[in-house]
C-alpha cells in the first residue's frame, strides 16, 4: 500500500536556507536584542515591540523609527514618511528577484518577497549565481531571519532592564559587523569596488548636504546605476 502523499511539500532548499543563515540570524539577534532594550527605553510596550517587529520587520527602518518614538504624541506621519524612505531600497532588491518568481502566482511572489532583508537577499543572489537558491531558498532564509529579528526584538524588550548599557557589551556593533560579512561574502573581483565605493562617497556627500535619511537611497540609486554601467561594459567587451 502506497503511503499518503503529504498535504503540504516543502523543498529541501527551503530548509537548507534555514540552515545557512542560522549564523547570520545569530548576528541579527544581537542587534535585535539591541532594539528591543532601547525600545523599552523609548516606552514602547512588548505588545507594540512584536508587532512593529512582526509586521514592519526592517531593522534600520525600525532603529530610525524609534528615534522619534514619544509615547502620547506620535508624530504618525513622519515615522511612516521616514520608514518608506529607508525601505525604498527594497524596491531595487526586489526587482532583482523578479528571475526567480516571475513563474508563480501574484499572491506567492508577493508573500515571498515580503520575507526579504538585506541578509536573506545577499545570500539568495549569492546562491542564484551559483545555480542554486531560488524562491524556496529565500522563503526559508527569509522566515530563519524574521524568527530571529521578532523573538530577540522581543527578549530585548523584556529583558531591558538587565541590559542596561548595550555599548558596555560590544553590541552596539553587531549591526555594521552583520553587512562587512554579507560584503565581504559577495565580493566577486575588482570591479566590484566601482559600484561600491560611488555608493559609498554619494551616502557620505549627501548626509552631509541633506538632513534626514536620503543618503541610504542616494547611495543606493547611484551605486546600482554604477554596476549597471560596469556590467553593460564588461557584457559589450566580452562580446568584442
Known sequence: M???PSLIAIPDSFFLGMRMFVPVALSIAAYGLVWGVLAGQAGMSALEVFLMSALVFGGASQFVALESWT???LPILAIVVTTAIVNLRMLLMTATLRPQTMH?????SLAAVSLVADENWAMTMGEYAKGRGGVAFLVGSGFCSWLAWTGSTLIGRLAGALVDDPARYGLDF????TFIVLLLG?????????????AALA?????KLVPGNWSIIVGGLLGSL???IVETRKGRADVA
Open 2 to 4: 502506497s503511503s499518503r
Open 71 to 73: 509615547p502620547g504624541q
Open 104 to 108: 508563480l502566482p501574484m499572491w506567492k
Open 174 to 177: 553587531a549591526f555594521t559587523a
Open 186 to 198: 559577495m565580493w566577486k573581483g575588482k570591479g566590484d569596488l566601482v559600484p561600491w565605493l560611488v
Open 203 to 207: 551616502a557620505i556627500v549627501t548626509a
Open 226 to 228: 554604477a554596476g549597471a
